[in-house]
T-cell receptor, first 119, second 113 residues
Framework: AQTVTQSQPEMSVQEAETVTLSCTYD???????LFWYKQPPSRQMILVIR??????QNATENRFSVNFQKAAKSFSLKISDSQLGDAAMYFC????????????????FGTGTRLQVTL | DGGITQSPKYLFRKEGQNVTLSCEQN?????MYWYRQDPGQGLRLIYY???????QKGDIAEGYSVSREKKESFPLTVTSAQKNPTAFYLC????????????FGEGSWLTVV
């Protein structure tokens, strides 16, 4: 079974600075997808960024980028030019590409990192 | 607007009662999911459905039941057999296909009193 570990329960960053959130995962599969979701105080889960494991290029979405290290099974999220609206819980998630087994229907989540943004 | 609508947002239940959480989507997604979130934890999968009239158990299905009679709707019933039902429940949907992004509703809080 796959597991996802987020070792930083809380992080803090000053407005306009850069912060990196860590995520590691354990899997024996070679093909899979990784996601970062943001959960603001409203509790709705919002997709931040998505990475396909077979692509070596790191995904980017505006101020958000990832550092995907497949051999190390590491998938960190970098937030540049942090804004007050970035304050939220951030969850790393794994999704298998093996659809026939039914496991591709499942997102496996880490326990989350709470990001505080200070003035 | 396209999206996933969950209702009610807050629900209180007496012990021993069943309660049903509603989830409706107008995104034309084939797949739908129910997740549970407890404090300090990530989300855990309860049930999922990849097509109408078919659904599968997730990791924590005991004490829950679902139906999928229409593509747009995937209600979750929390039965009296669920030992610790107080939690935040999130419904989600996605297009079929490997690796497609799963989109979430706004969630429902269930409290057992």
């Amino acid at each position: 079974a796959q597991t996802v570990t987020q070792s930083q329960p809380e992080m803090s960053v000053q407005e306009a600075e850069t912060v990196t959130l860590s995520c590691t995962y354990d899997t024996s599969e070679s093909d899979y997808y990784l996601f970062w979701y943001k959960q603001p105080p409203s509790r709705q889960m919002i997709l931040v960024i998505r990475q396909e494991a077979y692509k070596q290029q790191n995904a980017t979405e505006n101020r958000f980028s990832v550092n995907f290290q497949k051999a190390a099974k590491s998938f960190s999220l970098k937030i540049s030019d942090s804004q007050l609206g970035d304050a939220a819980m951030y969850f790393c998630a794994y999704r298998s590409a093996w659809e026939n087994t039914g496991t591709a229907s499942k997102l496996t989540f880490g326990t989350g990192t709470r990001l505080q943004v200070t003035l | 607007d396209g999206g996933i609508t969950q209702s009610p947002k807050y629900l209180f239940r007496k012990e021993g009662q069943n309660v049903t959480l509603s989830c409706e989507q107008n995104l034309n997604h084939d797949a739908m999911y129910w997740y549970r979130q407890d404090p300090g934890q990530g989300l855990r999968l309860i049930y999922y459905s990849q097509i109408v009239n078919d659904f599968q158990k997730g990791d924590i299905a005991e004490g829950y039941s679902v139906s999928r009679e229409k593509k747009e709707s995937f209600p979750l019933t929390v039965t009296s057999a669920q030992k610790n039902p107080t939690a935040f429940y999130l419904c989600a949907s996605s297009p079929t296909g490997v690796g497609n992004t799963i989109y979430f509703g706004e969630g429902s809080w269930l409290t057992v009193v």
